[in-house]
């Protein structure tokens, strides 16, 4: 029973480590990049804008990647990160150019992503509304005034 228990381990890792053998060079065909707004959910498929300050997470997804590879970010505003995840925030408004580039296979591989980033607006207040405000922020004042 034991020899077949340790036989059964055995067959299980090997099978495992072939499995971990097995590995796809990243490539355009199976790799691709993307990136998520922390506070504008903004994405590489959606129609949310990308904010001003916001922090952005930026990520190679392979499909089934091995280790090894050097991952090299450029954010197209003079800065820049490495690894397969990436924090960053665009302190100005604009369209970048974000550059991954991956590199240790025959040669390196260059994905490049637009990102439109835009400022904060600040919500459009109406004339009502402004009114509205000042007559309770009056009304505040008066009855702190009374007390």
Do not use: Q
């Not at 097995?22 to 355009?28: F, G, L």
């Not at 302190?91 to 991956?102: E, F, M, Q």
């Not at 919500?123 to 402004?130: C, E, K, R």
Request: glycine share 8%; with cysteine.
């Amino acid at each position: 029973m034991k020899a077949f228990l340790l036989a059964l381990l055995l067959s299980f890792l090997a099978i495992g480590a072939r499995a971990i053998s097995i590995c796809t060079t990243p490539s355009p065909f199976n790799t691709s990049i993307d990136y998520f707004g922390t506070s504008s959910h903004c994405a590489k498929n959606t129609t949310n804008p990308c904010l001003t300050n916001e922090r952005m997470l930026f990520s190679a997804v392979p499909s089934l990647g091995c280790e090894g590879y050097a991952y090299i970010w450029n954010f197209g505003d003079g800065s820049s990160a490495s690894g397969p995840g990436a924090i960053h925030t665009f302190s100005s408004p604009g369209t970048y150019k974000v550059v991954l580039t991956v590199i240790g296979g025959s040669f390196p591989i260059v994905f490049v992503l637009d990102v439109n980033v835009n400022v904060v607006a600040a919500p459009a207040t109406s004339p009502t509304t402004l009114m509205i405000l000042v007559f309770v922020l009056a009304a505040i004042a008066v009855v702190r005034l009374r007390t």
